[in-house]
């Protein structure tokens, strides 16, 4: 079912100062449709759960409207609204076992024993939980207690199923593996879904589209790709994985690019495939968007020695140097958009992260490399070109 907030606001008094306002949540509008799943995402105190407390129903708007599948529900209380909750803190019921909690709100709603058992044994199964159905919740791992929670909110058949932080408590591994089964859950039901988390990563792999806070206004809403890719502003830019800002200055705007130069004399120039086009004119101000995997190096010579005058400990590991890429094919030709040096190095396996001293506009560049083996390794002190294609850019 559809969730539509219209210019929801939250104000509370501040309780060591009854004269202060704080402001939670300030105009949010969202419009979110059947069986989308949409996470609110931002650092603490930005607003996120306070706005899902007002969809469940446990917080009043100071202004705004709330509305559930077509029906206003700002005084209609939580048991009402047809929604249910995962918390962060699971909730099960000690003294319960497995389908006992599962079955909870169906025995509620006073449902026959025999459905109640029907249902519990079926959605047992699509979370995976058959073995577990008179185990009490003290002998479950913290992953099965999650999914616990989540067969009891999801069996009741609500509109909408709301999450608040509900993978805080896991350790990082299981994190990962259970964020992919709430998203498989709540695709295989359709189940319109709202989640609350200050985790990048887990937003981006569970939702349809993501609204980004800070301070209690709405920075940007739009899918993943779009927040990671076509950031709106610096924030989201920052919040959002690692980036390079470059500041550069507006040269030509055409209706699908623009050209940007930066450097102190201009010399560096650069075209950005962008939708904003309009947005710009010449001798505007602007920042550079890419990110550190986007970025293209290349050798510019053989400065072996590092800053120490010793070889990074990458390159020794892998015994690998500039004539490996020649060999493999992977040394590049083309014109460099900016040179700098290598300051640090950290290999990690798969990839090398570079941190790259750039001169000509003041900054300090990261990027990454995959497949060191093949690609061969830059060493501290080196002087290397970077490069990085306009589809993969952005401009602010």
């Excluded at 603490?44 to 599948?69: A, D, Q």
């Excluded at 086009?277 to 970025?295: C, N, Q, T």
Aim: charged share 25%; with cysteine; aromatic share 6%.
């Amino acid at each position: 079912m559809s969730v539509t907030l219209k210019n929801i606001t939250k104000i509370f008094t501040d309780p060591s100062n009854q004269a202060r306002e704080v402001v939670a949540v300030k105009d949010v509008n969202l419009e979110i449709q059947e069986g989308e799943m949409v996470t609110f995402l931002g650092p603490s105190g930005c607003g996120k759960t306070t706005t899902l407390r007002i969809i469940s129903g446990f917080e009043t708007p100071t202004n705004g409207e709330v509305w559930i599948s077509g029906t206003l529900v700002n005084e209609i209380p939580p048991n009402k609204r047809d929604t249910s909750m995962v918390f962060q803190s699971y909730a099960i019921f000690p003294h319960l076992s497995v389908s006992q909690n599962i079955g909870f709100g169906l025995e509620l709603k006073g449902v026959k024993p025999k459905e109640i058992r029907r249902q519990v044994e079926e959605i047992m199964e699509v979370m995976t939980l058959t073995n577990l159905y008179n185990r009490r919740p003290d002998q479950l791992s913290g992953g099965q207690q999650q999914r616990v929670a989540l067969a009891r909110a999801i069996i009741n058949r609500p509109k909408v199923l709301l999450f608040d932080e509900p993978l805080s408590n896991l350790d990082a591994k299981l994190r990962d593996q259970m964020r992919i089964e709430i998203r498989r859950i709540q695709q295989s039901f359709g189940i319109t879904s709202i989640y609350v988390t200050h985790d990048q990563d887990e937003a981006m792999t569970v939702s349809d589209r993501i609204m980004v806070m800070k301070d209690g206004e709405v920075m940007q809403i739009g899918t993943p790709f779009e927040i990671y890719s076509r950031p709106a502003n610096t924030f989201v830019a920052d919040f959002i994985g690692r980036v390079n800002l470059i500041d550069a200055v507006v040269e030509t705007v055409e209706p699908e690019s623009i050209s940007v130069v930066c450097g102190g004399g201009g010399e560096h120039r650069h075209k950005v495939i962008t939708s904003w086009a309009g947005d710009f004119k010449k001798g505007d101000a602007a920042r550079i968007v890419v990110r550190p995997e986007s970025l293209r190096l290349s050798r510019m010579g053989d400065t072996a020695a590092g800053a120490d005058g010793k070889a990074t400990a990458a390159a020794e590991a892998a015994s690998v140097s500039a004539a490996t890429a020649e060999e493999n094919g992977t040394a590049r030709s083309e014109v460099p958009f900016l040179k700098g040096i290598i300051k640090r190095s950290v290999y990690l396996g798969p990839t090398v992260e570079y941190e790259i001293d750039v001169p000509d506009v003041k900054a300090q560049i990261l990027a990454v490399t995959y497949n060191p083996v093949e690609e061969g390794f830059y060493r501290n002190g080196e002087e290397v070109g970077i490069n990085f294609s306009s589809a993969a850019s952005h401009l602010l």
